[in-house]
């Protein structure tokens, strides 16, 4: 038998095997990963080029276990029988996904560990991206930047670590930093999905909507290769600049009908990550009183989302499968998803489930909102809600703002004219180029008698005309 050696992956960081296959196989799942690719299964034949490798099987285990923990197990065993033999990088990175797939993980050491891992081997991107992901999940962007200027000194002018720092950069409200960033990324690789996506964050926030919409359609040649998520959710950036910058709504449909469900018709789509994407332009779409021209669009995606195999997956998803199903009238099974988080939760360690209650009270108001219920909604949110204090469903500000959007709607719809009028001149001091947010605030002052009614109006008319009209 050949004796096991020591390879170099593409980092040069050392892989214990005796298969060139088994690494080349790794630094193509380095590749996926990295640029939100479709193929990143290539990893599982990465571990059958060498069954005994750590760094492979490891790996592998980490890909299959968000969809199917059991297929995951042979994987973690594999490389855990044969850790002794590892290197040190193989060891780091075990440690780092072994405990990050513990079920009773704490959140700030499965980061610490990430963050042991990169201070040894800082060009491992792959394992700082895991790391933002799971700083994502906890709603904490600031631990994110922390983590890429740990690294960024060693990874100078490579591809795809600025699109890396511009996304923590815009969840904390640094536009100028994530912009700048974001186009070195652009500039290195103008296929590079992440980075065309920060910089059309930036470009939203900033109310821009044409510009963005004129340059991620310029950028959309390149998505073929994207996952479904990031594919589709690129796509729901371009609804939303259509539907945020008051364009005939038959700009929306063409894209969620021809971008966004189209995906569904491809062998190897991941439904639930264009399910995530679908139910939340179809929110928005109510939020806004436009749902009617989609005619029965949210009835047919409602009938693939009370599939309970779409859920527990993501708690963002599960969120708006809850209003989804309340919205048409599939109650009794918006029920059983709600009883199951509220199970999913009692299950969780302490600090979890303390984190993961506003979670459970967004579901919960979703619930009356799809329902009708608008009072039950407006209690259930409190009178200081944010929807920023949520962000431990996995959502970016851009994503999460809607439920914003959704409060001041159940407002309004109450009679609280007074407190929507305080939270939407607030949030309207932040981005007062969108229309829709006039409209409400219009309502509001209507509402209330207030002389500043006209005013709106013709704040919003000027914005309705300026865009795409």
Not at 246 to 275: C, F, G, M, Q
Not at 307 to 324: F, G, K, M
Request: proline share 2%; aromatic share 10%.
């Amino acid at each position: 038998m050949e004796e096991r050696g020591i390879k170099l992956d593409k980092l040069g960081y050392e892989v214990r095997t005796s298969s060139q296959e088994c690494v080349s196989a790794i630094n193509s799942y380095y590749n996926q990963v990295l640029s939100y690719g479709r193929e990143r299964f290539v990893i599982l034949e990465a571990a059958s080029h060498d069954k005994d490798c750590v760094l492979a099987n490891i790996l592998a285990a980490h890909f299959l276990y968000s969809s199917d923990s059991s297929r995951a197990s042979p994987y973690l065993h594999a490389a855990k029988s044969h850790l002794e033999h590892a290197t040190l990088y193989e060891k780091l990175v075990f440690d780092a996904i072994n405990y990050l797939i513990s079920v009773d993980r704490d959140d700030d050491v499965a980061v610490e560990l990430h963050s042991k891992l990169l201070k040894e081997f800082p060009r491992d991107l792959v394992s700082l991206k895991r790391a933002q992901i799971l700083c994502f999940y906890m709603g904490r962007p600031d631990l994110s930047l922390s983590l890429v200027h740990q690294v960024l000194p060693q990874n100078e002018g490579e591809n795809y670590i600025y699109g890396m720092l511009a996304f923590p950069l815009l969840e904390l409200g640094q536009m100028k930093d994530a912009e700048e960033a974001a186009k070195r990324g652009f500039e290195i690789n103008k296929q590079d999905g992440w980075s065309q996506h920060a910089l059309c964050h930036v470009l939203q926030y900033e109310c821009r909507f044409k510009d963005a919409v004129k340059f991620m359609e310029g950028c959309s040649s390149s998505w073929s290769s994207l996952s479904s998520f990031m594919l589709t959710h690129n796509w729901w950036h371009v609804a939303l600049c259509y539907l945020e910058g008051n364009a005939p709504s038959e700009r929306v449909l063409e894209v969620y009908d021809n971008y966004i469900w189209k995906e569904l018709d491809k062998t190897d789509a991941a439904r639930p990550e264009v399910y995530l994407n679908a139910v939340g332009l179809f929110l928005r779409l109510c939020v806004h009183g436009e749902l009617e021209i989609f005619g029965d669009r949210l009835k047919i995606l409602a009938e693939c989302l009370i599939d309970q195999a779409n859920w527990y997956i993501e708690w963002h998803l599960d969120v708006l499968t809850v209003w989804a199903l309340a919205k048409t009238g599939e109650l009794s099974k918006a029920e059983d998803l709600l009883k199951g988080l509220k199970d999913r939760i009692s299950r969780m360690t302490k600090k979890k489930r303390q984190l993961m209650q506003r979670g459970m009270m967004l579901a919960e108001a979703l619930y009356a909102y799809g329902s009708g219920n608008d009072e039950r909604g407006v209690e259930l949110l409190g009178p200081n809600f944010d929807a920023n204090d949520c962000k431990m469903i996995g959502a970016s500000d851009e994503q999460i703002d809607v439920f914003n959007e959704v409060w001041y709607s159940m407002l309004l719809n109450t009679g609280e004219a007074e407190k929507a009028i305080e939270v939407i001149e607030k949030r309207i001091k932040k981005r007062e180029g969108i229309p829709f947010l006039w409209r409400l605030l219009e309502k509001g002052y209507k509402l209330a008698n207030r002389p500043e009614t006209g005013i709106a109006n013709q704040q919003a008319k000027t914005l309705e005309s300026a865009y795409f009209n």
